[in-house]
């Protein structure tokens, strides 16, 4: 049996917990106003994903621009407002009733203008947690989502690596995503008996720093 964890906000609190670990997960907090204009104020564009759902449904990108105009990208498509109270009824008018939280955005190395993450699936069979795989998935030109079920292409960790930023760094970049796995892992265990499938979506800023966007119970 593998444990379903569906809360993101959940999975990520637990992880914070660690100091390690906490200094590779964006900042996050629940979706309202007052924690959308804080964060806007200090990181300039974040982004807002369902607590519960998966393939990129429903993620939108906010960003801050000077004149007190905002924007929000969802899929393909920008909107700009100018004001904050504006921005919100468009983000409102997308959220519905489904509840929400934010997430510092991260500029993510990009290969011919276009984001890179991976996903990496650790399983656990016959007790033992084993890698299964890790990849990179490019998302489709004009998209900032990179899921395969939007258009993303998938390619090796070790090409997305090289390619958005150096062929010295692919070694290094995959040990530390694989050692934050194992570290994470660990801790998500034993919070919650009984998982026993993780996928884990990493980023690596154009600086070259891991980040861990999102863990999911149910990977594809």
Partial sequence: MNRQLASKWLKTNVMSANPYIARHIPSSRL???ANLRGMLSSYGMVVIKPIRGG???G????SKHGGGRYSCTYMSRTVTRSSFGGIMSEINRRRGRRSYLIQRGIRLATIAGRPIDYRVKYVKENGTWTYRSMVGRLARRGLFVTNLCRGGVQMTAAQGIRL???SRLVGRKKSEMRHLTKASTELLERRFPGIGQLGYDYGIDRNGHIWILEVNTRPQ
């Fill in 164 to 166: 958005s930023l150096s």
């Fill in 31 to 33: 979706f309202n106003a």
């Fill in 55 to 57: 393939g990129g449904l």
């Fill in 59 to 62: 993620v939108m990108k906010i």
